[in-house]
């Protein structure tokens, strides 16, 4: 397995502002991707990132929203450009080893007034 | 695309009770399927993995077989405890390695 972190852990933002999630994994990693979560719902893919290319997003989030870096192969970025009430979520990043299986962070928090 | 239906809840059990959750997908590949489990504040844990149809996975007192012919995932306990008190989500996985969740089903086991 591999063991992830995400700083913060949670936030608190105005509208308007744009804030940056940070995850790293304690070994190297292929791929890594990261979901959105609001309360009481399931997880929602949003991008994947992979080192040195650009991140591949889904279907309703854009790189100009939630730009992703990928600088290496422990570290992952993600940022919530202009922030706004309906992005109050939790964050997950996650990971895969050689196998589909993924492992995923603690989360962070977010709160936008 | 692929998609995952299991159980809505709320389901609240008894300690010593037996659970069923069930889980059904849909995919026209071949894909490998999970039950992950997650706590309050923390993010999901992998309960297990089951790549082949017709194998059974298993962890923790947990356990659930691959029916490919019912498109069917569905997780068993005999006898769940407090600890068991989660969200668990049945997905699946394709060769791409994208993860497609199911809605969750939220468990609360009653001392």
């Known amino acids: 397995s591999v063991l992830l972190y995400q700083k913060p852990n949670r936030d608190i933002c105005q509208s308007g502002t744009s804030l940056k999630i940070q995850c790293v994994a304690d070994s190297q990693v292929v791929s890594m991707f990261w979901y959105q979560q609001f309360q009481e719902q399931s997880l929602m893919l949003m991008a994947t990132a992979n080192e040195g290319s650009e991140a591949t997003y889904e279907s309703g989030f854009t790189k100009d929203k939630f730009p992703i870096s990928r600088p290496n192969l422990t570290f992952s970025t993600l940022t919530v450009n202009n922030a706004r009430p309906g992005d109050s979520s939790i964050y997950f990043c996650?990971?895969?080893?050689?196998?589909?299986?993924?492992?995923f962070g603690p989360g962070t928090r977010l709160t936008v007034l | 695309g692929d998609s995952v239906t299991q159980t809505e809840g709320p389901v609240t059990l008894s300690e010593g009770t037996s659970l069923t959750v069930n889980c059904s997908y849909e995919?026209?590949?071949?894909?490998?399927l999970f039950w992950y489990v997650q706590y309050p504040g923390e993010g999901p844990q992998l309960l297990f993995k089951?790549?082949?149809?017709?194998e059974k996975g298993s962890n923790r007192g947990f356990e659930a077989t691959y029916n490919k012919e019912a498109t069917s995932f569905h997780l068993q306990k005999a006898s769940v405890q407090e600890s068991d008190s989660a969200v668990y989500y049945c997905?699946?996985?394709?060769?791409?390695?994208?993860?497609?969740f199911g809605g969750g089903t939220r468990l609360t086991v009653r001392p």
């Open positions: 996650s990971s895969r080893l050689g196998g589909r299986e993924q492992y």
């Open positions: 995919t026209k590949q071949y894909p490998t």
């Open positions: 089951v790549p082949k149809a017709n």
């Open positions: 997905a699946l996985s394709e060769a791409g390695a994208k993860l497609t």
